[in-house]
């Protein structure tokens, strides 16, 4: 069965600063990975997916992830951060098969100083 | 403009009350989920369904029953609300790409008294 960690419940960094959130994963074969975030009293918006193909993806609001199936991780980055990014952010993990089933991480909380 | 929706935003009733979270979606999604969130803490899934007439339950034990009449409506009913029943429930859908990414609705932040 699929999992996903992430180890950093609560990150604080400097508006302007750069962001990296870490996500590891476990999973028989490759899988589909996703960030997703999450605003205080909202749903969750997908900022990027990972099927296959080139490693480093691009998503919306300046954010990109980089699969690395050697340390199997999949950690989410910004260079540069806005007071706007504080928010919930997980890490999701899905298995190829019918139910689109997804595993999501336990989130990680970023706070950005001003 | 395709979108996922919940009703209502936020519930405040009483216990032994009976309620009906609706979800809809205008995206065409055949599969459709719902989650249940604590303040802070990790996703769980308690329902899902394949398609019309399909409904299974999830990783998380739930009280809660759901029904998969038209493929846009997936609603979440509790026959008589509890103050363990306080959570935020969200719901989501995934259409026949191959990616299978779920998109998520706004959320019904339940509180049983």
């Known amino acids: 069965a699929q999992s996903v960690t992430q180890p950093d419940i609560h990150i604080t960094v400097s508006e302007g600063a750069s962001l990296e959130l870490r996500c590891n994963y476990s999973y028989g074969a490759t899988p589909y990975l996703f960030w997703y975030v999450q605003s205080p009293g909202q749903g969750l918006q997908l900022l990027l997916k990972y099927f296959s193909g080139d490693t480093l993806v691009q998503g919306i609001k300046g954010f990109e992830a980089e699969f690395k199936r050697s340390q199997s991780s999949f950690n989410l980055r910004k260079p540069s951060v806005h007071w706007s990014d504080a928010a919930e952010y997980f890490c999701?993990?899905?298995?190829?098969?019918?139910?689109?089933?997804?595993?999501f991480g336990k989130g990680t909380r970023l706070h950005i100083l001003p | 403009e395709a979108d996922i929706y919940q009703t209502p935003r936020y519930l405040v009733i009483g216990t032994g009350k009976k309620i009906t979270l609706e979800c809809s979606q205008t995206?065409?999604?055949?599969?459709m989920y719902w989650y249940q969130q604590d303040p802070g803490m990790e996703l769980h899934l308690i329902h899902y369904s394949y398609g019309v007439n399909s409904t299974e339950k999830g990783d998380l034990s739930s009280e809660s029953t759901v029904s998969r009449i038209r493929t846009e409506h997936f609603p979440l009913t509790l026959e008589s609300a509890r103050p363990s029943h306080t959570s935020q429930y969200l719901c989501?859908?995934?259409?026949?790409?191959?990616?299978?990414?779920?998109?998520f609705g706004p959320g019904t932040r339940l509180t049983v008294l």
């Open positions: 999701a993990v899905g298995a190829r098969n019918r139910d689109d089933k997804i595993i």
């Open positions: 989501a859908s995934s259409g026949n790409d191959r990616l299978g990414a779920q998109y």
């Open positions: 995206m065409g999604h055949d599969k």
